[in-house]
């Protein structure tokens, strides 16, 4: 039995895997990239909850500051090591972080089982190799047939989804994929070139006066 999700007249483009989402070889549906998308952008609000209470602890400890060279150094340690912390604990008590069990995602072995910690550590440190390659790592669950980023094939797992989403429920989850990617990049256009304009701008008034 195949599993087909065919593109629809109207409405936004899709992800790749909009076109078709693959079943695996025991008949489970493999979680799409825009499915992925969404959990995780949930996972990254979590962690900037947790992660504005970690800076606002650390600033506290280091004479300075927020402005201390060595704050700026642990604060960044201690981010990563949040991140692999937070997916390693939550992938192998729940085979799912939180952002994955709000859209019911669940991560599995191979063989379908759930992952050991140990597993789940070296996925989770697959992060780091996909973060560096500036997101290739995480794009590549897109195009791969077994709908795996790199962070997975270290760790020998798979994402798959509870059930088998209805058109409305697709387009939805496709239609806030487009809406987080389009968001971050004009949040990093913003911040790229015109944050910087309007300060250079600043500067030069100022020097006018």
Partial sequence: MRSSRRRSSGGPPPFPEAMETPESADNRVLAGFSERLVALFI?????????????LTASRLFPGGASSPAFAWTLALSLWCLLIAYETFFVGW???????????????????????YSRSLRRALGYLV?????????????????????????????????????R??????????????????????????????????????????
């Fill in 130 to 166: 996909n973060v560096f390659s500036l997101g290739l790592g995480f794009l590549w669950a897109a195009f791969d047939a077994q709908r795996q980023g790199w962070h997975d094939k270290m760790a020998g797992s798979r994402v798959f989804a509870a059930t088998q989403r209805g």
């Fill in 43 to 55: 996972d990254l609000l979590i962690l900037r909850l947790i992660a504005g209470a970690v800076v």
């Fill in 94 to 116: 729940k085979a799912a972080t939180p952002g994955k069990m709000a859209l019911g995602l669940t991560v599995t072995g191979a063989d379908g089982g759930r992952l050991s």
């Fill in 168 to 209: 409305l429920g697709r387009a939805l989850i496709v239609a806030a994929a487009w809406a987080i990617v389009i968001v971050n990049a004009y949040v990093f256009a913003q911040r790229r070139w015109v944050q910087p304009e309007l300060d250079n701008h600043e500067i030069v008034q100022s020097a006018m006066r």
